[in-house]
């Protein structure tokens, strides 16, 4: 027991458990079965100004490693890196940086984090790009330098272009960047809002290109909530739709072959999806009011129908923020460590929001408060935006969503608990410059 102690109150004790961390991440996934889907075509095409295709932060690392076992190890890497330096910062701002690090890295290795790293697809990169933006966030609201703000940045972008409904993130980021900087009257972040300038411009370039993908998208909703409703059917027609009934069965989906080449390259169907029925049986007429009015169209309609839309949101929230299995997309990692770890998210919301409310009365931890109000919202946002705005496969749509919500009550119950003792010897935690000073005293 003496040594025990003696190990967990060492400088290196941080280092163990971070190689723990990894071993057991890289265990439970390299050398099982790798699962590749249709969606998997789409990412290893690579193009920085979209074009139809995927948004390019997955599709440069599959770019990159071209063999998918070398993928799995990439994603397994990354996620290491994303975990491990999450529990370093947290641990930072606590008085118990050891249970702080074993807290957040037993988070991530549950299943429904680390059993993305054996499918070839967005979830496991884009899962760790969330987790490195909170914790940039955090590392940026904490201790203003040229660091921090890079990191942030490089984070920021990445995983603001891992997915279209991302981006609004990086739209609200350089939204509130104006509104400071007009505010205050001041040049202070001008900088800064330039790059988040350039950053929101080249992602608006993205999303204007993302044709096939969306028009897919769209589709999918209407199979899923439109075509089987009557009162919804007669609200689309009464607003331009056209008035097919045969489409309200055609639900299914067809070979490429079945479809009429001309009619597919009007729609840009993505490469490697195989083409809902309502393309062919709609034909051109039916493509081309998907084309110009489709979204347009069903904004109004959520917008109209607000109590509806959130009814939907509702009734999602239990099986894609808590999925009570991973029947929707069966991967086996080696090992399976308990599930109830993840835990249900509204426990993990109320305790979010009781802690971020409680950092209300701590003026050293206002800038962390903020940043964590700001994360939550676009969280909100984005989760209801992947759920309205997509008929299929929403427990994975919603994954990074999920992850993000513990992550954040993680953070908010660290940073609202009594932070570390200046008495305290400054460890592994501390950054490069805190332990110069250290040695100079």
């Not at 990074?400 to 119950?413: C, D, G, K, P, Y």
Request: with cysteine; aromatic share 10%; hydrophobic share 45%.
């Amino acid at each position: 027991m003496p040594r025990l102690l003696s190990l967990w109150r060492n400088p290196s004790g941080a280092r163990i458990l971070l190689a723990v961390y990894a071993i057991a991440r890289a265990t439970s996934s390299v050398g099982q079965p790798i699962a590749t889907f249709g969606d998997t075509r789409g990412y290893e095409s690579l193009s920085f100004f979209g074009n139809n295709h995927r948004m390019w932060p997955v599709s440069l690392i599959y770019f990159i490693v071209h063999d998918n076992a070398m993928r799995v190890l990439a994603q397994v890497f990354i996620g290491c890196v994303a975990w491990g330096w999450c529990a370093i910062v947290l641990a930072r701002h606590s008085r118990y940086p050891r249970g702080v690090m074993i807290a957040v890295l037993t988070m991530g290795l549950t299943p429904q984090i680390i059993r993305y790293d054996l499918a070839i697809l967005s979830e496991s990169l884009t899962i760790s790009f969330v987790v490195l933006l909170i914790t940039a966030s955090i590392n940026f609201a904490s201790q203003r330098n040229s660091r921090t703000i890079s990191l942030w940045l490089l984070t920021l972008l990445v995983c603001g272009m891992a997915r279209p409904t991302h981006l609004i993130i990086i739209w609200a980021c350089t939204a509130f960047a104006l509104f400071h900087i007009l505010r205050k009257n001041s040049v202070r972040n001008i900088g800064l809002c330039f790059v988040l300038l350039l950053m929101s411009l080249w992602g608006y370039t993205l999303f204007r290109t993302d044709h096939g993908y969306s028009r897919l998208n769209f589709y999918t909703v209407l199979a899923d909530q439109i075509m089987s409703n009557d009162a919804r059917y007669q609200w689309f027609v009464q607003h331009g739709m056209p008035d097919i009934p045969v489409l309200r069965t055609s639900l299914s989906y067809d070979y490429v072959d079945d479809v009429d080449p001309a009619l597919l390259a009007l729609v840009e169907l993505p490469v490697g999806q195989p083409p809902p029925a309502m393309i062919r049986v709609g034909g051109t007429e039916f493509a081309n009011w998907v084309i110009s009015d489709g979204w347009s169209t069903y904004g109004k309609y959520v917008l109209s129908h607000k109590s509806e839309s959130l009814s939907r949101i509702r009734a999602l929230s239990d099986p894609t923020l808590s999925p009570i299995n991973d029947d929707f997309l069966p991967i086996n990692t080696r090992f399976s460590f308990a599930r109830t770890l993840f835990g249900d998210w509204k426990t993990w919301a109320v305790l979010s929001s009781a802690a971020i409310t409680s950092m209300l009365i701590r003026v050293s931890r206002r800038r962390q408060f903020f940043a964590l109000c700001a994360m939550s919202s676009c969280t909100f946002v984005v989760y209801c935006i992947n759920m309205l705005a997509s008929g299929i496969e929403h427990p994975r749509h919603a994954s990074a969503v999920a992850v993000a919500i513990r992550v954040l009550s993680l953070s908010a119950v660290v940073l609202a608990l009594p932070g570390r003792r200046s008495s305290i010897p400054i460890d592994e935690f501390d950054d490069a410059r805190g332990k110069k000073t250290s040695r100079a005293g």
